[in-house]
């Protein structure tokens, strides 16, 4: 449980849609969705993505954020394991 995990956190403040495609197949993806306005025509949300793995790597990844798409390089870094369980 305390032995080195690699991770990366992805978040983004969207205001309508959002989503992200993981390029690669061996991480894992966790989210976390806060609601920052209860408009039902303009929703905003506070999303926050951690992607780990157990081994270093660079991981591909395309979003979309309200009317913003793009794609992103994310190299994951070394932490502890019950760091990013208290994330989740």
Do not use: W
Not at 27 to 47: G, M, W
């Amino acid at each position: 449980m305390i032995y080195p995990i690699y991770a990366a956190a992805l978040s983004m403040e969207c205001l309508g849609d959002y989503h992200i495609e993981v390029l690669n197949n061996d991480v894992e993806v966790t989210k976390q969705v806060r609601a920052l306005s209860t408009d039902l025509l303009r929703p905003r949300y506070h999303v926050t993505y951690i992607i780990t793995s157990e081994e270093l790597k660079t991981v591909r990844v395309r979003y979309v954020c309200g009317g913003e798409m793009g794609e992103r390089e994310l190299t994951l870094s070394r932490t502890l394991r019950f760091v990013v369980e208290l994330l989740r």
